[in-house]
């Protein structure tokens, strides 16, 4: 009795230690250095300056696993000061991480700073990209992936492949000379064309009778974008971090820095066809494709592009949107099913009606939010929170509805607590698409309507299987709901995607906030944190 005791207690000692095992293999860390520079490229055939990682453009793609630790050294060999944002990254606890000007000092020239954070419970397509000086208009962007744990199911078969598409406008003009341009207070008008991974033909290759996965970003600074394949249907399985229900398209809208993932069964005759994206809402449309080739094919791609959505009809659009669900019964990163949080039963704790305008400040272009328009401190304002420095944010600047007000330049920060669960009403009155992201998050896109929003407009929300993601577009004259869990404690960036509009001012901070200082909330200031402004000569 008490040999089989003893071995049973051995048996399950041997067990632990095979899960402990199994858990450190999947947390792993994973180490990088990148080393960013200028280069001369020709996108869209002219020579022109653009910002390469490692040599490369687009940057190197980052494959992870969901919770693995990223250790990545960013060298900066650029002639001005520079930050990479995760796209999507959710920076649980982290917002030390963020990469935002709000957050983070901007490296300086040949000066460097080693990132540090995890994909905590997290799965999907994302992306990353430059967030100072209108960088983001040279490159330096590239795709994020993060794939699921072994022991976690996917609500479909494995795919054969996959492949990650970085779709974006562009422009010839310099990054320096359009930012010039924005001083200014001009508006950059249409890009001059679209790239996809940063060409105009690229080349996909896969097998007859396969499924592949296709990962789609907007990496671009202003256009909406549609793609499709000839003669092929696009399943959405995944939009930035959640399963869908699995509804077939001919097209898809992509707006301006949102990712979905789609399933492509290569099911038709053997030959090569057209990937298409097309810009959407504009004057002029602008087209890029690239190339579906069967590694059997017999015949290059031919016949006519598959034809894009009616041009002017935002209905057209906000209707697919709507079809976009939350998968209810599948696994997203963890064990529980993703429809086990029953967001549509909670009653929010804060309201918030935002609504962006195009006002002129003293005789300069800017972009406002309830009549503030943003601008970057010296100091970040994470740093100014942790070392309690005064006069570098405004917490009572910024209101919970829009104000008749002439519009004002502040350092706008909306004050939250830890676990408030909010409501944010997107008002669009321009004639312009909008597109907005919540750094830290993903949050339930409950509701979109024509006009203007009013209580009234609840009644239309979903609150049953409502998409989370973290960019949701505003149509013209238009307004979006969301729903958001606050419960990621630190300074987080809430912008337009739209570059132009971030860049002068239609942004601003949440401060979510818990007095109880503890680690189960939020990590420590970095010991390799870079000060800057008032935080020079501080200790981390």
């Known amino acids: 009795m008490g040999r089989s005791t003893s071995m049973l207690h051995s048996l399950c000692l041997v067990v632990a230690l095979l899960c402990?095992?199994?858990?450190?293999?999947?947390?792993?860390?994973?180490?990088?250095?990148?080393?960013?520079?200028?280069?001369?490229?020709?996108?869209?055939?002219?020579?022109?300056?653009?910002?390469?990682?490692?040599?490369?453009?687009?940057?190197?793609?980052?494959?992870?696993?969901?919770?693995?630790?990223?250790?990545?050294?960013?060298?900066?060999?650029?002639?001005?000061?520079?930050?990479?944002?995760?796209?999507?990254?959710?920076?649980?606890?982290?917002?030390?991480?963020?990469g935002v000007l709000g957050t983070n000092c901007a490296v300086p020239p040949n000066s460097n700073y080693t990132y540090k954070f995890q994909t905590k419970d997290q799965i999907g397509t994302f992306s990353y990209f430059p967030s100072t000086a209108f960088h983001k208009a040279a490159g330096g962007f590239g795709g994020l992936n993060v794939y699921h744990r072994s022991v976690i199911p996917i609500p479909y078969p494995n795919p054969a492949g996959d492949f990650t598409l970085l779709i974006g406008d562009w422009f010839k003009t310099n990054h320096k000379t359009l930012r010039q341009s924005l001083d200014s207070g001009k508006s950059l008008g249409l890009p001059d064309g679209l790239l996809i991974n940063g060409q105009t033909r690229p080349t996909f290759t896969g097998n007859q009778g396969q499924t592949y996965m296709f990962r789609i970003s907007n990496v671009g600074l202003s256009t909406s974008i549609n793609f499709r394949i000839q003669g092929h249907k696009l399943k959405l399985v995944e939009c930035e971090g959640s399963h869908t229900l699995q509804n077939l398209y001919d097209s898809l809208d992509v707006h301006v820095g949102q990712s979905v993932s789609l399933l492509v069964a290569l099911n038709q005759p053997p030959k090569d066809y057209y990937i298409v994206a097309s810009t959407r809402f504009t004057t002029k449309v602008l087209t890029t494709t690239a190339v579906l080739h069967y590694a059997n094919s017999g015949s290059p791609a031919s016949g006519p592009l598959p034809p894009p959505p009616p041009a002017d009809k935002y209905d057209w659009s906000m209707q697919q949107a709507t079809s976009y669900r939350w998968n209810l019964t599948?696994?997203?990163?963890?064990?529980?099913?993703?429809?086990?949080?029953?967001?549509?039963?909670?009653?929010?704790?804060?309201?918030?009606?935002?609504?962006?305008?195009?006002?002129?400040?003293?005789?300069?272009?800017?972009?406002?939010?309830?009549?503030?328009?943003?601008?970057?401190?010296?100091?970040?304002?994470?740093?100014?929170?942790?070392?309690?420095?005064?006069g570098v944010f405004d917490m009572n600047s910024l209101q919970s509805n829009p104000s008749n007000g002439a519009a004002r330049i502040a350092t706008s920060v909306v004050p939250t607590s830890l676990h408030d669960f909010i409501e944010v009403v997107f008002q669009n009155n321009e004639n312009a698409m909008q597109s907005w992201h919540l750094d830290g998050y993903d949050f339930w896109v409950v509701g979109y309507g024509f006009g203007q929003w009013t209580p009234n407009s609840r009644n239309t929300y979903n609150l049953v299987d409502a998409l989370t993601r973290h960019t949701a577009q505003v149509y013209p004259n238009s307004w979006t709901a969301i729903l958001v869990s606050l419960d990621n404690q630190g300074m987080w960036n809430l912008r337009s995607s739209i570059w132009e509009r971030q860049y002068l001012g239609q942004q601003f901070y949440l401060r979510v906030w818990n007095a109880q200082q503890s680690l189960a909330n939020e990590y420590n200031i970095p010991n390799n944190a870079l000060l800057c402004g008032k935080a020079v000569g501080r200790h981390p």
């Open 20 to 98: 402990v095992c199994s858990v450190e293999a999947e947390d792993a860390y994973k180490f990088y250095t990148w080393t960013v520079t200028y280069g001369t490229l020709s996108p869209l055939g002219t020579p022109q300056q653009v910002i390469l990682i490692n040599g490369q453009f687009p940057g190197p793609r980052l494959d992870l696993v969901t919770n693995d630790n990223v250790v990545l050294n960013l060298i900066n060999k650029l002639d001005e000061p520079f930050l990479i944002t995760w796209n999507g990254i959710k920076q649980r606890k982290n917002s030390w991480q963020d």
């Open 330 to 390: 599948a696994n997203a990163a963890r064990p529980n099913p993703q429809g086990s949080f029953h967001y549509g039963k909670i009653i929010p704790t804060k309201r918030f009606l935002f609504a962006s305008t195009a006002p002129l400040i003293n005789g300069k272009l800017r972009y406002a939010v309830n009549s503030v328009s943003y601008v970057n401190p010296d100091t970040p304002l994470k740093l100014a929170d942790h070392f309690n420095i005064p």
